[in-house]
């Protein structure tokens, strides 16, 4: 306010014409932070780290009220035995913007810091992956943005991989555009982070292996797949750089050449719109189905305690002709991340042999467990988790039925010890399910 009636006063012209107010930022257990307190975080401590002894004396000087000055300290060693770790500028300016949500304060915590310092480590390793990809084997120039799109599709030959990754970059172009123009910046970097840590790097990437590394595999199939990791790349770095500026600018001084850019800082670059063109519903829809059938075995391999790099049979019941069409066309993708054995079709008058099961659409994936699992061993294993969990429900239940709890205690507290007895309880005839089926082997 006093910035608007100065301008009008001295200049007759408002400095600005928009304003973004965000929430309180308060520390781990929602104070707000004050001197007076000791609860103040300098944004330069969380960004460079600092020692214990230096941090309590940061604290404890200079105070406006002298006589807190041990409190603070005890709760500072206590807080912070270690002092803080270094965790850089893009962690901490990523987790304000994840938090930035209208009407709400922002709950400043290390842990969350290191969240998204883990993030942007994973953004660091994938940029390794593509330039050790790429770097060494080159892109020629018909395959780089300026010389045409429609060339350098020619060149290629895009697999339904390649596809599903291109049409999901233009609905988180569309999404992080719209939730910047309307200071929605949580959204942004939610949209940012899905797209990165879930799309690209754990999917995409894996999905590249068995592409870049078979012997089988076509040189217009590598090139394709070169040439999206590294187109994919660069416009999530230019999404992403208004959040996190040094991470960005430090891999794009790398991946430019190879995406055939040109100038001195990622900071002048346009930011991405995106490209109807390159939207793909039948490619989301196909490794839709990719990721539910490798999820599928995955959570099977997990339940039953089966390493989950061994390699396993699978029978499928119920496949449609839409089934049997996409397990053919990618049964490289799911014998490479789903380590399956083999894959075999049961026909209909068939009888299912004893099996663990997850269902893929009306598709049922089968994994016998005859031959898989050691029964007696595994038997053993699940009475011993029946047990604990069997002592964690009648503790939760004892606790519930003590009206000195019940009554007194807050009603959040409460209702977190309901939902831990629920959740036991779950986990219990899930146990017991898997347990039946191991006995009938």
């Known amino acids: 306010a006093r910035m608007i009636m100065m301008g009008l006063k001295f200049m007759d012209d408002v400095p600005f014409h928009e304003v973004y107010v965000h929430g309180l930022v308060r520390d781990a257990e929602g104070q707000k932070m004050s001197k007076s307190k000791g609860n103040v975080l300098d944004p330069i401590d969380v960004i460079d780290g600092i020692d214990l002894e230096s941090l309590v004396a940061k604290r404890t000087s200079g105070m406006m009220q002298p006589h807190l000055a041990k409190k603070i300290e005890k709760q500072t060693r206590k807080n912070f035995p270690d002092g803080i770790p270094a965790y850089g500028t893009d962690a901490l300016r990523f987790t304000f913007a994840s938090q930035a949500s209208t ?9 969350r810091i290191e969240g998204y310092r883990n993030f942007c480590n994973k953004l660091w390793n994938a940029s390794r992956y593509v330039l050790m990809n790429v770097a060494d084997v080159g892109l020629k ?52 982070y899905e797209f990165t840590w879930n799309e690209y790097c754990d999917w995409y990437l894996e999905l590249t292996k068995p592409v870049l590394n078979a012997d089988d595999t ?16 660069e416009n999530l770095l230019r999404i992403t750089h208004p959040i996190m500026p040094f991470i960005t600018e430090e891999i794009w001084q790398a ?28 490619s989301e829809e196909e490794m839709q189905w990719v990721m539910d059938f490798v999820l599928g075995i995955r959570r099977i391999k997990g339940e039953m305690n089966i390493a989950p790099g061994k390699p396993i049979p699978v029978l499928l019941d119920n496949a449609g002709e839409k089934d049997r069409r996409l397990l053919a066309a990618n049964r490289r993708y799911l014998d490479f991340l789903a380590r399956t054995e083999s ?99």
């Open 141 to 192: 120039s018909d395959l780089r943005e300026d010389a045409g799109r429609a060339s350098a599709r020619q060149a290629l030959e895009y697999s339904v991989a390649d596809r599903w990754i291109l049409s999901r970059l233009q609905h988180t172009t569309a999404e992080v555009g719209a939730a910047i123009e309307s200071y929605r910046f949580d959204h942004a970097a939610q949209a940012i």
């Open 103 to 111: 009407g709400r304060d922002i709950v400043l915590s290390l842990q």
């Open 343 to 441: 894959v075999r079709i049961l026909d209909s008058n068939e009888e299912a042999p004893e099996a663990a099961t997850a269902l893929v659409g009306d598709m049922k994936l089968l994994i016998p467990l005859a031959d898989l699992i050691d029964k007696d061993a595994e038997l053993q294993r699940l009475e011993k988790e029946l047990g604990k969990l069997q002592s964690e429900v009648e503790r939760a239940g004892k606790k519930l039925s003590n009206p000195g709890f019940t009554d007194k205690a807050p009603q959040a507290v409460v209702q977190k010890e309901k939902e831990k007895l629920e959740a036991a309880r779950a986990a219990m005839k899930n146990l017991e399910e898997q347990a039946e089926r191991i006995r009938k082997l």
């Open 218 to 233: 076509s040189d217009a199939q590598k090139r394709a797949a070169r040439y999206t990791l590294v187109n994919v790349l």
């Open 255 to 282: 991946v430019k050449p190879l995406a055939g850019k040109s100038g001195d800082t990622i900071m002048l670059q346009p930011f991405p719109v995106a490209d109807d063109d390159q939207r793909d519903p039948g």
